[in-house]
T-cell receptor, first 112, second 115 residues
């Protein structure tokens, strides 16, 4: 069955450091992958989309990589700030592009 | 503000009852998605509609049903409610037929508590 795994443990890092979050998937061949941020009790908010033919994508302090051979995406937040504290979700589609699945998310806390 | 409106924000009901959750998508978006989020689980895909037609079905229970109306708003009906149905229910919308066309915009959710 399809499976999307993110860092199961919460991630705590010091302000100013780079946070790296992992998204691994099995039994998918997604054409793209998306990352979202979710604050407690709120709906997820879109951050970045990366397609299978793109190795890396950047947006301000965010960087996403997509390795279809390893079936993995890495999400980096550089110069992290306490305001970056949230749960980060990766999402991708199954092969028909119809069902859009989310990982369980990684909780990030940036310590001042 | 994502532009997606969900009502009600909070709902408390008893086991065995039936509730309806409502979602108005962003202006211009034709796709509506429903997700369930429990404390110990991530976002579980339930169902997707595109321009009034069911497009994809996920892990939606037979006790749950949904529809998208001509004005593109959608309703999720949950019946014979059980304690385990207590969760946050999110609606999301997108322009195209799937997330590969671009991002999903999420509402703030409807928190359902079944007592």
């Amino acid at each position: 069955s399809q499976k999307i795994e993110q860092n199961s443990e919460a991630l705590n890092i010091q302000e100013g450091k780079t946070a790296t979050l992992t998204c691994n998937y099995t039994n998918y061949s997604p054409a793209y992958l998306q990352w979202y941020r979710q604050d407690p009790g709120r709906g997820p908010v879109f951050l970045l989309l990366i397609r299978e033919n793109e190795k890396e994508k950047r947006k301000e302090r965010l960087k996403v990589t997509f390795d279809t051979t390893l079936k993995q995406s890495l999400f980096h937040i550089t110069a992290s700030q306490p305001a970056d504290s949230a749960t980060y979700l990766c999402a991708l589609d199954e092969w028909t592009g119809n069902q859009f699945y989310f990982g369980t998310g990684t909780s990030l806390t940036v310590i001042p | 503000d994502s532009g997606v409106t969900q009502t009600p924000k909070h709902l408390i009901t008893a086991t065995g009852q039936r509730v309806t959750l409502r979602c108005s998508p962003r202006s211009g978006d034709l796709s509506v998605y429903w997700y369930q989020q429990s404390l110990d689980q991530g976002l579980q895909f339930l169902i997707q509609y595109y321009n009034g037609e069911e497009r994809a079905k996920g892990n939606i229970l037979e006790r749950f049903s949904a529809q998208q109306f001509p004005d593109l708003h959608s309703e999720l009906n949950l019946s014979s409610l059980e304690l385990g149905d207590s969760a946050l229910y999110f609606c999301a919308s997108s322009v195209g037929t799937s997330g590969r066309d671009g991002e999903l915009f999420f509402g703030e959710g409807s928190r359902l508590t079944v007592l």
